[in-house]
């Protein structure tokens, strides 16, 4: 079955970095996702990476896929208190329509 | 451009009424979605369409019906709504397979 897991919480200090980690089940996913969603907001996407690729650098944003493991991170340098948000990792599995399976999303908090 | 617009933001119902969810999107984007968001979930997708004139069940979509006006409008209808259906509704369009743009959200209760 297709299933996306992520640990619920993460607290980090300003200025440290931030790991998320997510795992998923659909081997033949195609594209990986992380959404961000801050407070009463719809969820913006931050980036994503291609299934065949084993890294993604985004300025602050790095993201790391282990596709044997079915394991993906996204690391945050230098968190900001702005960085304070719920992450949902979301995976595209392969053939038919443009599905998205989110996982049930990770709440950073970023303290000074 | 607006992106992907919802109204309404809030709404509470009684059990039994019934409502209609709007979503709008000025991308031109061919493929909208229907997800609901439930405390300690991810999103669930609810009904999809691919194109005009077409829609199709997602995950749950039992007490709810789609309706695709337009290539740019997609409402959502709870014909008797229970509590169960208390939830964050988002919609969200994309081009085809690619990235998925979402809307702010309706806060919906249903006591």
């Known amino acids: 079955g297709e299933d996306v897991e992520q640990s619920l919480f993460l607290s980090v200090r300003e200025g440290d970095s931030s790991v998320i980690n997510c795992t998923y089940t659909?081997?033949?996913?195609?594209?990986l996702y992380w959404y961000k969603q801050e407070p009463g907001a719809g969820l913006q996407l931050l980036t994503y990476i291609f299934s065949n690729m084993d890294m993604k650098q985004d300025q602050r944003l790095t993201v790391l896929l282990n596709k044997k493991d079915k394991h993906l991170s996204l690391r945050i340098a230098d968190t900001q208190t702005g960085d304070s948000a719920i992450y949902f990792c979301a995976e595209r599995p392969g053939g038919g329509y443009n599905k998205l399976i989110f996982g049930a999303g990770t709440r950073l908090a970023v303290h000074p | 451009n607006a992106g992907v617009t919802q109204t309404p933001k809030f709404q509470v119902l009684k059990t039994g009424q019934s409502m209609t969810l709007q979503c709008a999107q000025d991308m031109n984007h061919n493929s909208m979605y229907w997800y609901r968001q439930d405390p300690g979930m991810g999103l669930r997708l609810i009904y999809y369409s691919a194109s005009e004139g077409t829609t199709d069940k997602g995950e749950v979509p039992n007490g709810y019906n789609v309706s695709r006006l337009n290539k740019r409008e997609f409402s959502l209808r709870l014909e008797s709504a229970a509590p169960s259906q208390t939830s964050v509704y988002f919609c969200?369009?994309?081009?085809?397979?690619?990235?998925?743009?979402f809307g702010p959200g309706t806060r919906l209760t249903v006591l």
């Open positions: 969200a369009s994309s081009e085809r397979d690619n990235e998925q743009f």
């Open positions: 659909d081997s033949s996913s195609t594209y």
